[in-house]
């Protein structure tokens, strides 16, 4: 004997859940140290947690925000491994100024991007045996 269920994803929902990855990797980049290494570990969380939503869209949003952070955090690595030393004590403001200009307008316009755009409701459909 099957039992079906249905669960609704609000619209508000997954608007939410869309802008959760950029307003991690906003902090993240403003707060360096520490938070850009723990929202590294916190970010995959995050992502495969959205970007398999009920809503693709959030899906969607989360991909993009995922690209931002870690092309940023792919261009960090071969600067701090081969830089010369006094590089990262000397420059550091460079590398976090570059981080600022670089994500956080573009993490804000998505997260402007994810509050515009028309959300609907989604149902989730589980079946218990």
Do not use: C
Request: hydrophobic letters at 50%.
């Amino acid at each position: 004997m099957t039992d079906e269920k249905s669960n609704i994803v609000t619209a508000k929902q997954a608007r939410g859940a869309a802008k959760i990855f950029n307003y991690g990797t906003i902090v993240s980049v403003l707060i360096p140290f520490p938070l850009f290494i723990f929202w590294f570990g916190a970010s995959m969380f995050v992502y495969s947690l959205h970007r398999h939503h009920p809503n693709p869209r959030v899906g969607h949003y989360t991909q993009v925000a995922a690209y931002i952070y870690y092309t940023l955090a792919g261009v960090f690595v071969p600067i701090l491994t081969f830089a010369p030393k006094g590089f990262f004590v000397n420059y550091w403001w460079l590398l976090w100024g570059g981080a600022i200009l670089g994500v956080v307008p573009i993490a804000i316009y998505q997260i402007y991007k994810a509050h515009s755009e028309e959300w609907h409701d989604s149902e989730i459909k589980k079946e218990f045996l």
